[in-house]
DNA sequence: CCCCAGGCGTCCA
DNA sequence: TGGACGCATGGG
C-alpha cells in the first residue's frame, strides 16, 4: 500500500511514459471485441480489423450478432487466428444474448458475477475476462499478460512457476485497489515490454526500469 | 530466413 | 495439473 517495489515501479514508468489513457476504442463493445482480437497478436493487426468492422457499420451487438461467420472471419483476417477468433466472438455475443438479452445489460452485473459469467465463455480466459472487466466495465480487476510476468519475472519480484492467478494477487496485495491505477499500471506495462522488455531482444540499457530491484530489467 | 505479438482450448500423460 | 501443440497475419 505504502512504499514497495510496485509503487517505485509505477512512478518510474508513468514518468517515463506519461499516461496512456486506456483501452484504446470508443466504447465497450468496441473494447470487448479488440480484447479477443489481440489475444496473441500484434495491436497494429488488430486496429486493421476494427477499421474494417467499422467501415461497414458492424462494430455493434446486433450487427455482428447477425453478421454470417464467413463474412465475420473475412473483414477480422488480418488479425490472425480469423476462424478461431470468429467462433469466439460469436460465443460472446451469443452467451449475452442467451443470458442477458443485450450487452449493455452487462453493466448491472457485480464485478464477480460479471467476470465469472465472461470466464464461462468458450474462448475468453482469464487475461481476456479481465481487460473487459476493467477497460470496458471500469472495474477494479487488475490485469495480467505475458509482459507483466516477464518484467516481474526479470526482477525478481515472483518465481517462474507463478501462474495468472498468483501474478493477479501480487499486485491486489500490493497495490491500493484503485480502478484508475490498476488501468494506467497495466497499460504503461505493455508500454514497457513493447519498447524494451522483447522475448528475446530486452534492450535492458534504456528501460527506465533498469535500477529497480538492483538488477536490469534482463 | 528467423522470431514474435496485449491467449486460449484441446489433447494426453 | 501441466506440458506440447494448433491457430495465422503482419512487422522487425
Known amino acids: ?60 451487438f446486433d450487427e455482428m450478432l447477425a453478421l454470417p461467420d464467413s463474412q465475420l472471419a473475412h473483414l477480422i483476417k488480418p488479425a490472425g487466428y480469423f476462424n478461431v477468433k470468429t467462433k469466439r466472438l460469436k460465443n460472446f455475443l451469443k452467451a449475452i444474448k442467451d443470458k442477458y438479452e443485450t450487452f449493455d445489460a452487462l453493466s448491472d452485473l457485480d464485478t464477480q458475477t460479471l467476470r465469472e459469467f465472461l470466464l464461462s465463455i468458450s474462448g475468453i480466459g482469464p487475461e481476456t475476462a479481465d481487460s473487459m472487466v476493467l477497460y470496458a466495465f471500469n472495474r477494479p480487476i487488475f490485469v495480467v499478460d505475458a509482459y507483466t510476468k516477464r518484467i516481474l519475472l526479470r526482477h525478481s519480484l515472483i518465481d517462474e512457476e507463478a501462474d495468472y492467478f498468483r501474478i493477479q494477487d501480487y499486485f491486489t496485495d500490493h497495490l491500493d485497489e484503485d480502478e484508475k491505477l490498476f488501468n494506467e499500471y497495466h ?32
Not at 512504499?3 to 518510474?12: A, F, Q, S
Not at 508513468?14 to 484504446?24: D, E, M, R, T
Not at 496473441?40 to 493487426?45: F, I, L, S
Not at 505493455?190 to 531482444?201: E, P, R, Y
Request: with cysteine; proline share 5%; glycine share 8%.
Open 187 to 218: 497499460a504503461l506495462i505493455v508500454a514497457t515490454g513493447k519498447h524494451f522488455c522483447h522475448k528475446s531482444k530486452p534492450k535492458c540499457d534504456k528501460c527506465p526500469l533498469k535500477e529497480i530491484n538492483g538488477g536490469p530489467t534482463l
Open 1 to 60: 500500500m505504502t512504499e514497495n517495489n510496485l509503487n517505485t515501479i509505477y512512478d518510474k514508468l508513468i514518468s517515463h511514459f506519461g499516461p496512456q489513457n486506456w483501452w484504446p476504442g470508443d466504447t465497450g463493445f468496441e473494447i470487448c471485441v479488440g480484447a479477443i482480437l489481440t489475444q496473441n497478436t500484434a495491436w497494429t493487426n488488430v486496429e486493421t480489423a476494427i477499421m474494417n468492422l467499422k467501415s461497414i457499420h458492424t462494430l455493434g
